[in-house]
């Protein structure tokens, strides 16, 4: 017999057990056969196996996990930074907050660059997000995002560098080219408002269409989930650059984006499966999420209570409420890659999943009628 390097991966085996041949025959044999089919009439049938716990082929996960490290969360909660602060600068635009409208595009060119460079790093190679750029599939939220992040990044630059010329005193050298920047920044401002929501709610779908068990669990929250935070860490950045006399919009918004977070989660877990749930209530994603959920109250309520009469105290709270969405963003990927870990998250939902759907009279189909 031979060896390899992949002998180590094989458990020890069992000895095997000698099968005990049943020699009776006659009126007492007949009686053990009906018996071991589950009653005398012989009407019943019983298992040919025992019922055995299920374990994967040597121990190994049987879905691979994401390979998305600490760069991937980073870029879902900087992407939902710079979507948030989209929003917020279109709504300034609206009502002549200068202050505030500037400070956010500022704010969304900053997240929505160090978001893409995540990205890039994650990657790998620059030429792959390119490379991305190829094709639209319709179908896939990766062929979205990438055309979403590429648009909202352009026009986000365009307002911003018109901010920048303004406060820098109208010395960069744009020559003639000024006022149709103007103009261009009036459109770019009104664009990022429209592609500010898609930008942060893309991602959850990037995460729920995968096979991983607990992000394919959350499919349907998700998405609340993530736009509210990405709502609540906008306007507690907004909070920290802008005076509260023009941050009257970014407040309402963040104790709307804070009661949203909590209550997209809550809504979330209750409608996932209690093995899907799991990986967000224990180990390391579980204390990274109970510490989101705190902060998050904490900035909400102390935006409620001081964000106009205190700018340190509103700065706090918008801080708060950015390290509340961050903690989010890593505890949800993170208990993604814990739910690939254990055969039990990927196995019992689909079990339970179809004894439901035998329950409920669907046998016409291959899932339920296989086996």
Request: a positive charge; one cysteine or more.
């Amino acid at each position: 017999m031979t060896n390899s390097d992949f002998d180590a991966y094989r458990p020890p085996e069992q000895p095997r057990r000698k099968r005990r041949r049943d020699r009776l025959s006659g009126a007492a044999g007949d009686m053990l056969r009906r018996r071991r089919r589950g009653g005398d009439d012989g009407g019943r049938e019983m298992s040919m196996v025992d019922d055995v716990e299920f374990t994967s082929y040597y121990g190994r996960p049987i879905v691979k996990a994401a390979p998305w490290g600490d760069e991937i969360s980073a870029y879902l909660f900087l992407g939902g930074v710079a979507g948030g602060s989209g929003l917020l600068a279109f709504g300034a635009q609206m009502f002549d907050l200068d202050d505030l409208r500037r400070n956010a595009r500022f704010a969304a060119l900053g997240a929505v660059g160090a978001g893409t460079v995540c990205l890039i790093a994650d990657l790998g190679r620059p030429e792959r997000f390119l490379n991305m750029m190829r094709t639209v599939k319709p179908t896939s939220p990766m062929s979205w995002g990438t055309w979403i992040l590429s648009a909202y990044g352009t026009v986000t630059g365009i307002a911003a560098v018109s901010e920048a010329d303004d406060v820098l005193g109208e010395v960069l050298p744009l020559g003639p080219l000024r006022p149709m920047l103007r103009t261009a920044a009036d459109t770019s401002g009104v664009a990022m408002g429209f592609l500010g929501a898609p930008l942060a709610a893309y991602t959850a779908a990037l995460l729920s269409m995968t096979s991983t068990p607990t992000w394919a669990g959350a499919r349907r929250g998700l998405p609340y989930l993530f736009v509210s935070s990405a709502t609540a860490a906008a306007s507690g950045l907004a909070m920290i650059t802008t005076g509260s006399e023009q941050t009257k919009p970014a407040r309402l918004l963040a104790i709307t984006g804070a009661a949203g977070e909590l209550i997209a989660m809550d809504l979330m877990k209750k409608d996932m499966h209690p093995l899907e749930r799991e990986p967000l209530e224990i180990e390391e994603p579980g204390r990274k999420l109970k510490l989101a959920h705190a902060l998050t109250i904490a900035g909400g309520v102390g935006t409620l209570l001081f964000g106009k009469r205190s700018r340190i105290l509103a700065a706090a709270s918008g801080a708060a409420l950015m390290a509340g969405s961050a903690l989010t963003r890593f505890g949800v990927v993170e208990a993604g890659h814990l739910s690939t870990t254990d055969p039990k998250y990927v196995v019992g939902p689909q079990r339970d999943r179809l004894e439901e759907r035998r329950a409920a009279g669907i046998v016409d189909d291959s899932i339920t009628t296989a086996g």
